[in-house]
């Protein structure tokens, strides 16, 4: 297994950054959303950015929280399936399209902006939005380092911020 190229919580100030992101992770967990959205969200933004160890891991938190094969499955092609609630499309949507902002000429369209606003609360769309900004941000991180997937196991991400 190829190791990454650089381990930035190996590094005194990658470390120090890495615990405050983290924290800003927990802050979303506690958000409200539901555990099963969060990985949903996750894993398609880690779908369209290429994160292999991000992948992994969504794929894993979801299975382990109990989602059948079929909803994992289908994230990558949420638009032609009927296993996802429209609350659930809507965040899809947003993550999808807050995530391709170098490739979309709207950004975040104003109908999705609608749905998102149709079946959150304020509280939970500050969430989702700092959500796909995170994820994002992880992904580029870790894309960056070559850190794979794999080797993850369900559960490393509940105590990464103590």
């Not at 470390?15 to 800003?24: D, L, N, Q, S, V």
């Not at 289908?74 to 490739?103: I, K, M, N, P, Y």
């Not at 900004?133 to 993850?152: P, Q």
Request: glycine share 8%; net charge negative.
């Amino acid at each position: 297994m190829m190791e990454p190229r650089f381990g930035l919580n190996t590094n005194a100030v990658g470390e120090k950054i890495g615990k405050r992101f983290a924290h800003t992770s927990v802050a979303i967990m506690q958000s409200g959303l539901p555990k099963t959205l969060i990985e949903l969200v996750e894993l398609r933004a880690s779908q369209i950015n290429g994160c292999g160890y991000c992948v992994d891991a969504h794929t894993k938190e979801l299975a382990a929280a109990g989602e059948p094969a079929v909803r994992i499955n289908l994230v990558a092609a949420w638009h032609e399936s009927t296993v996802f609630t429209e609350a659930e499309q809507a965040a899809l949507a947003l993550a999808e399209e807050g995530t391709r902002l170098a490739d979309a000429h709207h950004g975040v369209s104003d109908e999705t902006w609608a749905l998102v606003r149709k079946h959150y609360d304020d509280d939970q769309i500050a969430a989702l939005v700092y959500l796909v900004a995170m994820i994002n941000a992880a992904n580029r991180l870790l894309v960056i380092t070559k850190t794979r997937g794999g080797s993850y196991q369900a559960g490393t991400f509940d105590t990464v911020a103590d």
